[in-house]
T-cell receptor
Framework: GAVVSQHPSWVICKSGTSVKIECRSLDFQATTMFWYRQFPKQSLMLMATSNEGSKATYEQGVEKDKFLINHASLTLSTLTVTSAHPEDSSFYIC????????????FGPGTRLLVL | AQTVTQSQPEMSVQEAETVTLSCTYDTSESDYYLFWYKQPPSRQMILVIRQEAYKQQNATENRFSVNFQKAAKSFSLKISDSQLGDAAMYFCAYSFQGGATNKLIFGTGTLLAVQP
């Protein structure tokens, strides 16, 4: 149990366009979902935390208008990179947990974004 | 502020041998969770083991075990009978209750190579 999927796994887009990444919990309801960014050979950096039906909480330094997060249901969260630029190229990972508190986070397989 | 430190950027172990990965953390909290996650070349984050801070007994999952020293704020991972499939980046992570949700703070990672 506790499977998280992400779609797409790979995306290439032109500079100035917007890209949407979906994160789904397949066999459980996720009270909270998290979005991370990872640069090559580096650790994961938390971008934002989202709870179903409420606005996402962004970490310091993360542009809210650049990275739009919507948590429409208990099984789906989306990250939209608006007006993408080459510096937004990265590996984006989502995670989800089942209960509030110290529950384990289960990770999706990640999405590689390349902005040309 | 909570921090997680992994002082070994790279480690190497012979197949079937034992290796220990180090992790220290800093916190003023008394109740928290600690995790080891594995990230193979596929970049899928996989939970290896977790430890609840209020439990004195060290967690064990098959060939993986931890040495949790709460007073020293140390949380090392021991991999016994290393296998080629254990080769990956290993991240130590600390979880605390940040407001209404828990957050994960990751270390910088240790790249483990397994030599045949």
């Amino acid at each position: 149990g506790a499977v998280v999927s992400q779609h797409p796994s790979w995306v290439i887009c032109k500079s100035g366009t917007s890209v949407k990444i979906e994160c789904r919990s397949l066999d459980f309801q996720a009270t909270t979902m998290f979005w991370y960014r990872q640069f090559p050979k580096q650790s994961l950096m938390l971008m934002a935390t989202s709870n179903e039906g409420s606005k996402a909480t962004y970490e310091q330094g993360v542009e809210k208008d650049k990275f739009l997060i919507n948590h429409a249901s208990l099984t789906l969260s989306t990250l939209t990179v608006t007006s993408a630029h080459p510096e937004d190229s990265s590996f984006y990972i989502c995670s989800a947990n089942r209960d509030r508190g110290f529950e384990t986070q289960y990770f999706g397989p990640g999405t590689r974004l390349l902005v040309l | 502020a909570q921090t997680v430190t992994q002082s070994q950027p790279e480690m190497s172990v012979q197949e079937a041998e034992t290796v220990t990965l180090s992790c220290t953390y800093d916190t003023s909290e008394s109740d928290y969770y600690l995790f080891w996650y594995k990230q193979p070349p596929s970049r899928q984050m996989i939970l290896v083991i977790r430890q609840e801070a209020y439990k004195q007994q060290n967690a064990t999952e098959n060939r993986f075990s931890v040495n949790f020293q709460k007073a020293a704020k140390s949380f090392s991972l021991k991999i016994s009978d290393s296998q080629l499939g254990d080769a990956a980046m290993y991240f130590c992570a600390y979880s605390f209750q940040g407001g209404a949700t828990n957050k994960l703070i990751f270390g910088t990672g240790t790249l483990l190579a397994v030599q045949p």
